[in-house]
C-alpha cells in the first residue's frame, strides 16, 4: 500500500521555527533581505516561497533546508520512490493565486546532505513573470517535459526536453515554463555551509 503524503505547509514551519528561535520579523528580515510583509505573507499562506527564498530564510535561521520538509535525516543515503516524494506547491492558499511552480523533495532523509535535489513542476503563472532571484551556491538544472525559459540577469534562453544549465546562483535568475504550458524539471541546488 502506497503511503499518501500531506501536501507541505511550509508557512507554518517557518513561523514555529522563528518563533521558537525567538527570532523578531525584523531580524529574519535583515537576515534574509525579504521584507517583513513578505516574511509575514509567507508564514501565513498569502504567498508561497520560491525554493530560493526558502534558502536564504534557512540560512537566517541557521538550519537545513529540509528542515522545512519535517524531516529528521538519519541515513547516510536516501531512496525516494516516486510515490514518496514530499511536494511542497506555490499556491497561495487563501486565495487561490498560482506562483508558477510545485516542488518536490528528491533527497529528504539523507543526513549531512550538501544539494538540494528536487523535481520542479512549472506551470503558467496567474501572476505573470516574477522578478529575478539570486542566493548563494549553485543550481543544476535538466529539462524533463515542455519547454522552459531560463533568465540570467542579461542572458535569456530556452530549454527543451534533456537539456540542462548550471550556473552560480548568484546570478540574478529566473526559471518558468513557456506558451502557456506545463513543464517538469530536476532541479538540484547547492547552498555553501553557513
Not at 522552459?148 to 548550471?166: K, R, W
Request: proline share 5%; with cysteine.
Amino acid at each position: 500500500m502506497t503511503e499518501v503524503r500531506e501536501e507541505i505547509r511550509v508557512g507554518e514551519k517557518i513561523k514555529r521555527i522563528r518563533e521558537d528561535r525567538a527570532v523578531s520579523l525584523e531580524e529574519m528580515s535583515k537576515k534574509t533581505g525579504l521584507s517583513t510583509s513578505v516574511l509575514s505573507q509567507i508564514e501565513n499562506h498569502l504567498i508561497s516561497p520560491p525554493l530560493g527564498t526558502l534558502i536564504k530564510v534557512a540560512r537566517a535561521l541557521e538550519i537545513p533546508v529540509g528542515q522545512f520538509f519535517g524531516e529528521e535525516p538519519t541515513e547516510p543515503f536516501c531512496l525516494v520512490r516516486k510515490d514518496e516524494r514530499q511536494k511542497v506547491s506555490r499556491f497561495a492558499s487563501k486565495d487561490g493565486v498560482n506562483y508558477g511552480y510545485s516542488y518536490e523533495s528528491l533527497g529528504y532523509g539523507k543526513k549531512d546532505r550538501h544539494m538540494e535535489p528536487f523535481v520542479v513542476t512549472l506551470s503558467p503563472a496567474t501572476l505573470g513573470a516574477s522578478d529575478l532571484s539570486s542566493h548563494a551556491g549553485e543550481e543544476f538544472i535538466y529539462v524533463l517535459e515542455g519547454e522552459v525559459e531560463v533568465a540570467l540577469a542579461g542572458h535569456t534562453d530556452q530549454l527543451n526536453p534533456h537539456d540542462s544549465i548550471y550556473y552560480d546562483a548568484t546570478i540574478p535568475h529566473r526559471v518558468a515554463c513557456t506558451r502557456g504550458k506545463e513543464a517538469k524539471i530536476v532541479a538540484v541546488i547547492w547552498t555553501p555551509a553557513g
